[in-house]
């Protein structure tokens, strides 16, 4: 097993962190605490930002030269894991 968790993005413009993470924020909706599980579309980034027991975060920013931009965050310790609860 990997020791870090990790949300990417790419997009135009001037995408930035608050922007990614405005993104994975927005799967909340997907989320059903009651059974730990994504309901419909993907939430797997949300619970990644929202993790409790993560207490490092890292997060890097690099424009390509076809103008997209991609965004990185990698969490430590590793979130997601079967059967854990994000908080």
Known sequence: MRPYGEN???GYGNLNGVDAVKMW???KPNYDYA???CVGD???HYTQV???KSTQLGY???KCQNGWWFVICSYYPLAN???ERPY
């Open 42 to 44: 993907e939430c797997l």
């Open 35 to 37: 059974s730990n599980a």
């Open 25 to 27: 924020v927005s799967e």
């Open 60 to 62: 890097g920013r690099m």
């Open 50 to 52: 929202v993790w409790r």
């Open 81 to 83: 894991i079967k059967g």
């Open 8 to 10: 990417l993005v790419e």
